[in-house]
């Protein structure tokens, strides 16, 4: 299999989360072995690759250095690129944070399945794991155990009725990802919102960017788009913060209650695990992974 970048530019816009205001991001096709890159582009800022230790903050989103500036919000943008298969993208973002749109990965997947893909002249090297590494932090835990596929077991508990118990199991294919996983969109609670927008913070947030909870209400007149949208949009988030471990994985992540913070201890541990993984190729046409790749999507709830 070889590596993967887009066949044109995008260039998007939307407000960000954090700020309320218009924010620009670009994504350039890159060479070969380039990596998923970041930089501001209203500062002079070179380009930085993401990895798990590029992340500085884990508060409400995923931030990332770059340079003497950080982009925040970067995880959906993220998902989408890898959920896709796109190895290799320069990201110019004009501002703080990567714009929200609708607080799912939507927007992003349209635009790269728009602009399209296409196939590079190196070989795509994955990140096959071996042995079961397990994290657990405060009451959550996080495990990959070897797998021939990418597939994500999540499980939720949360007092609120709306939300409750919620578990979420899906093999990640391009397909899967696109229908089951991107649309689901971020959440979150009316007085918790209310008590940012006091404190300057998520002013971009509300029932245009989220899904807004109320007790055991849903305040969004559209409603869910799953009924199980809460998990759905957890597993997104771990799908990008895991991404930036560089590699496509072969491996089955199960987490518990897990979010951005111990996903990206969860991704350092990973990389530093290096008894526990393989560096492979695949050759270039490989059965096993083709009739993965058409398989239907696997949501269990
Ligand atoms: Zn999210």
Known sequence: MKQRTLKNTIEMESIGLHTGEKMQVTIHPAYPDTGICFRRSDTESEYTRVSPYT??????????????????????????????????????????EVPVFDGSATAFVNAILD?????????????????????????????????????????????????????GYFNVTPESFSKELAPARTFGFKNEVEQLWQMGLAKGGGLDTAVVIDGKDVLNPEGLRFNDEFVRHKMLDLVGDISLLGYPIFGHIRAYKS????????????????????????????????NNLELKPQGMS
């Open 259 to 290: 979010g951005h913070n111990l996903n990206n201890l969860f991704a350092r541990t990973l990389i530093e695990s290096a008894n526990f993984y393989s560096i492979i190729e695949l050759p270039d046409i490989d059965p096993a992974l083709i």
């Open 55 to 96: 992340v500085t903050s884990t508060q409400l989103a995923t931030t990332i250095q770059c340079g003497n500036q950080t982009i925040s919000t970067i995880e959906h943008l993220m998902a989408a690129l890898y959920g896709l298969g796109v190895d290799n993208a320069k990201i110019d973002v004009r501002g703080p």
């Open 115 to 167: 602009a399209g893909i296409v196939e590079q002249a190196k070989a795509r090297k994955f990140i096959k794991f071996k042995k079961r590494i397990r994290l657990e932090k405060d009451g959550k835990w996080i495990e990959i155990i070897p797998s021939r596929f990418f597939k994500v077991t999540f499980d939720i508990e949360f007092e609120n009725e709306s939300i409750g118990q919620q578990k």
